[in-house]
């Protein structure tokens, strides 16, 4: 299940940090507790993967601010919502409509439109593009402990790690053994660090790829994001083509 949130800002223009992703988390979180606050709660378990996901927060029409410490944007503010689960949809849609107006960063928006966008049929052999960066992680050994390291597409273990997410996915969405048919060949790279929490990094990869394989799998990328920390906003993609935009899909 896949939403478009359109917010109408009380101020123009308003501010885009360039590390937001913990605030459209905290928006996400207390929108759910709102309704669910059983589901909240789960949610906070470190136990097994989100099943959701969303973009960075984007505007109609942005420019950099001229202290260059953030984006400027105009016009309409707006993000994408992506889940596998629909209670999570259901209590997070019903969170925003029963209180639109909402503060990320100190700007206030009020909720003007929620739409239900359509999926693609067929996911497999298609391109994808990111809307919010992939993350992926491993462990190595450094000064003698192990760290977490940052993977990135020019090493085997990056793709080895995204199917090892991908089955874990699929066997929380579909409860049954996960398939192994998977390939992705990436076609344009570009890392991205971002400041997750205070003095904790993440490099991301926003990219353009063509994926391969079992729908299944491919499905449960496209809905609850591909790659590793999906719920603080990485691993959301659209198909390149595909109808993400404002204008289309069925208003909630």
Not at 25 to 30: M, S
Not at 66 to 78: A, T, V
Not at 169 to 184: D, N, T, V, W
Request: charged residues 30%.
């Amino acid at each position: 299940m896949r939403f478009a949130i359109r917010l109408q800002p009380e101020n123009e223009p308003f501010r885009i940090p360039f590390n937001h992703q913990h605030k459209l988390q905290g928006l996400i979180y207390r929108r759910i507790q709102r309704v669910n606050p059983d589901l909240s709660l789960r949610l906070h378990s470190p136990k097994g993967p989100k099943l959701f996901t969303f973009s960075l927060f984007m505007a109609e029409k942005r420019k950099l601010a001229e202290d260059r410490s953030s984006l400027l944007g105009y016009k309409h503010g707006f993000f994408y919502f992506s889940t596998a689960a629909p209670e999570i949809a259901e209590a997070f849609i019903g969170g925003l409509l029963q209180k639109p107006e909402i503060e990320l960063w100190g700007e206030r928006f009020v909720v003007e439109e929620v739409k239900a966008l359509a999926e693609p049929e067929r996911l497999s052999g298609r391109k994808f593009v990111t809307l919010s960066p992939i993350a992926v992680t491993t462990k190595r050994i450094q000064f003698g402990k192990p760290r977490t390291y940052d993977l990135g597409p020019t090493e085997p273990e990056f793709y080895e790690r995204i199917l090892e997410n991908l089955r874990e996915k699929y066997l929380a969405i579909y409860a049954e053994r996960p398939p192994e048919e998977f390939e992705m060949k990436v076609l344009n790279a570009k890392p991205k660090r971002f400041e997750v929490k205070p003095g904790i990094f993440q490099v991301a990869w926003h990219l353009v790829f063509r994926a391969k394989g079992d729908e299944g799998l491919l499905r449960a990328g496209y809905m609850a994001g591909f790659g590793e920390k999906n719920s603080i906003g990485f691993g959301m993609v659209k198909v390149d083509g595909g109808k993400n935009r404002l204008s289309k899909g069925n208003r909630v």
